[in-house]
């Protein structure tokens, strides 16, 4: 009776320890799908790569996580690292694919768990040198898209003294897939949208290659409109916006016959009305996408001054988009600095002092200051 | 003794049923996670749409999945239902947002489970009957992104007449937060994607506003293409690079001057000449664009023939890509039955005596037969 009592005793203790660990497991995997989540909610890569780390620390209660990316011809791991669970102190390394566990990792595309790295020939002892770091424990996994690596996913340090399990690098390895698939689509996202600003600015080149004396203009204006808006703390969505704006604002100057806009003489009343129609009609031809509908006011008032005195609609101070009112003194500048048909091109010091001329007539005032103070800092 | 044996016995058993829950959760919790990876691998929005009724049924042991869209004012919701485990049979309802289960979800933003549809006054019975299936029981949450309902998720009749408990329900819940964010994804990339094809069409626009005669060829030159290329079984890749390719076809005309392109008379050679440069020419344009490259032969070669006697190469054939083959023959086809700055429009029946005539020569075979096969079955 009493050894019965016994083994049932150890019995029950050992149905205790597996009924503790299948709850944690429960912890984990609601943990991991919460960080899938997180990780899928948003499309750029950059967010993606930062969310990744942060969840590989969170998700092995690690002191230190990092992802590698592979460079285009795998030869070079782009490593970025985070120390600490808020990842306050990120590093950047490049290290070769010959080189060092991760390298190994993304070779062989196969998970690697390291609990003693000095004894591993794989380890690469340099990089704790580099980064000021010591790796006590290592687990390391392909992070890889359908048959694609694309890079390395790490966690170093599991916290509390412990090794890394079996059960911590399977984990990893779901997590790795997840990192893999949001790291995708923020890439196919990224490709499409530089797809997208490439083909508005090859409609902004053609229409340029008509006129000889605005080569570039288009770009310079994106340029010095992006420069502007730095420092009037713009929504990541309007900056989006401007980008566009700028690199269209201009489109509606295809519909103007060659010879008006290579003009080398004055223009006469009809010819200047001709070419002022060029915001309005800019306007229609972006009017016909859906998606452009909130560039359309940035394309429009690019002509407007801020005493009303502009055109197409003599709009008014506020009443005129900020998105206009920065393209309308980037244009300025540019359009003051470079050979135009009539005239060869001025100074910068000619442009800057018209500008302040302008400024709360013809231009908005904090545009004009934001404008001095991107072109004081060498970025215009 | 006896009696403590007892109380260990019922303990045990205790335990044990806890552990059996334990490793059933953290089965559903794996395939939870499992289904958030396919449901995020596609940003097709459709895909997704299919994916996530798929996931709903597997996941809650369900006869029965479906995914409710709401419109834009959120009025009706989209109904796509799939009955049996892989969807053989799906069906789409439109559903008032005021009726039903689904509408009191999508309404309220809180989930629900409801065991006895029939004794609950929000459930909408001629659903039922519309689409010939018995609601046993329901779980529908709400699929919410941000602080947007954008649907709810339904699974339908819990396999092996049991009752949904709450453990279904909040697994439920996170299943459709997975399914919003990949909607949402989708959403956004196929929202680019629109805008790019539009922007690109744009710039079509404008080449052709100077050219009176060719008002909306490349609207249909894309068209013709697209339904050429349902005959020729091309990949998903090939079509939207058909695509892309029929849209930017004419791109290099406007390097050509306003006088030449609307010149009304015969063109003398040295005319010819420039106007024979535009493939080249819409070739080095869209060549600036990174994620273009493999459009570039589509419009380089639009105007090549099979025989060699084409331009600006001379290629043959085979070599000649697939791509610009198709975009050759709906070019032509439009050519034909349109008016030119030098005759009237030539009827339909013309323009297929001269595909047929310029087959194996100036034309890919194979091209013509998809195209008359589109033609005789009313798509061109």
New interface residues.
């Given amino acids: 009776?009493r050894r019965?009592?016994f083994q049932?005793?150890i019995?029950?203790n050992r149905?205790?320890e597996?009924?503790k660990e299948?709850?944690e497991?429960?912890e984990r995997?609601?943990l991991?799908?919460h960080l899938?989540?997180i990780l899928?909610?948003t499309?750029d890569h950059q967010e993606v790569r930062k969310r990744a780390i942060e969840a590989a620390t969170q998700l092995m209660r690690a002191e230190a996580g990092s992802l590698l990316l592979l460079d285009e011809e795998g030869k070079y791991l782009f490593f970025e690292v985070a120390l600490g669970d808020k990842g306050e102190s990120v590093k950047k390394v490049i290290l070769d694919v010959e080189k060092g566990i991760a390298g190994w990792v993304a070779k062989k595309g196969e998970p690697l768990r390291v609990n003693h790295p000095e004894r591993d020939p794989r380890f690469y002892k340099e990089m704790d040198e580099r980064i000021g770091f010591k790796t006590r424990n290592i687990l390391c996994v392909p992070v890889r898209v359908k048959d694609r690596i694309l890079g390395v996913l790490e966690a170093i340090n599991k916290k509390g003294g412990e090794d890394f399990n079996e059960e911590d690098l399977s984990l990893f390895v779901?997590l790795a897939?997840?990192v893999a698939?949001?790291l995708d689509?923020a890439r196919?996202?990224q490709?499409?949208?530089?797809?997208?600003f490439?083909?508005?600015a090859?409609?902004a080149?053609?229409?340029e290659?008509?006129d000889p004396y605005t080569g570039g203009h288009t770009q310079r204006v994106t340029r010095y409109s992006l420069a502007v808006a730095k420092y009037l703390s713009l929504e990541p969505e309007e900056l989006r916006r401007l980008r566009i704006a700028s690199v269209l604002h201009d489109?509606g100057k295809?519909?103007i016959?060659?010879q008006i806009l290579r003009k080398p003489t004055q223009l006469d009343t009809r010819e200047v009305d001709l070419i002022r129609r060029h915001p309005k009609m800019g306007a229609e031809?972006?009017g016909?996408?859906?998606?452009?509908k909130e560039i359309i006011p940035g394309v429009q008032y690019h002509h407007e001054h801020i005493n009303g005195k502009g055109y197409p609609e003599g709009l008014m101070g506020e009443g005129i988009p900020m998105i206009a009112r920065i393209v309308a003194v980037a244009d300025t500048y540019d359009a003051i600095t470079t050979d135009r048909p009539y005239r060869k091109a001025l100074s910068k010091e000619t442009a800057i002092s018209e500008l302040k001329k302008g400024s709360g007539t013809q231009f908005d005032q904090k545009v004009v200051e934001a404008f001095l103070q991107a072109f004081h800092s060498g970025e215009i």
């Fill in positions: 009776m019965d009592m049932s005793e019995e029950m149905i205790f597996r009924l299948a709850e497991r429960i995997l609601s991991l799908s899938g989540q899928n909610s499309l779901s897939n997840q698939i949001a689509n196919l996202y490709e499409l949208e530089e797809m997208f490439q083909t508005a090859s409609l080149d053609v229409i290659k008509r489109i295809i519909g016959d060659d031809i972006i016909h996408i859906k998606q452009l």
